[in-house]
């Protein structure tokens, strides 16, 4: 699976999309010495009985952070709110030794919508094909970005 990666390109002082794999992620990540590596990654038609499961969201939590080898500080936090359907749903934060993981999973279109954000490197493609096939995603979208 390769991503999209958003790239701040300072020289030209503009952004541009490649697509790479995690191996060439990585090695960008580290050459330019960023700061942060960020992936949102969105699913779509997700097990509707998987997002509204509060245990379940906790386990997926503990699994990918043990999947990107990130280092979880406190437990999370999983609230379920939403002032109206289209937005109502378990929203989630937890912070790693070196950042954060966050998400939200909507009811109403059965939709995920995560983000890993982090200073150490971890592979963008592994976590977002994990987080399909966690909560049985139908597809998965994502994109990658360098924080310098």
């Known amino acids: 699976m390769a991503s999209k ?10 952004v541009m999309a490649e697509t790479v794999n995690d191996a060439e992620i990585v090695a960008q990540f580290k050459q330019r010495g960023c700061w942060g590596l960020y992936t949102s990654v969105d699913l779509k038609g997700c097990d509707p009985a998987s997002i509204r499961d509060a245990e379940k969201i906790h386990r997926f939590i503990v699994e990918l952070c043990d999947l ?8 999370p936090q999983i609230v379920h709110f939403g002032p109206c359907e289209r937005v109502a749903g378990f929203s989630m934060t937890q912070l790693i030794e070196t950042s ?18 982090s ?23 994502y994109q990658v970005l360098f924080r310098d």
């Open 100 to 117: 954060l993981v966050s998400g939200h999973f909507a009811n109403e279109t059965n939709a995920a919508y995560l983000d890993i954000f």
């Open 119 to 141: 200073c150490k490197e971890y592979e963008p493609s592994r976590a977002a094909e994990f987080c399909k096939d966690f909560f049985g995603a139908e597809s998965v979208t």
């Open 5 to 14: 990666v958003m790239t701040n390109n300072v020289a030209a002082s503009n």
């Open 68 to 75: 990107i080898d990130m280092k979880r500080f406190g437990e």
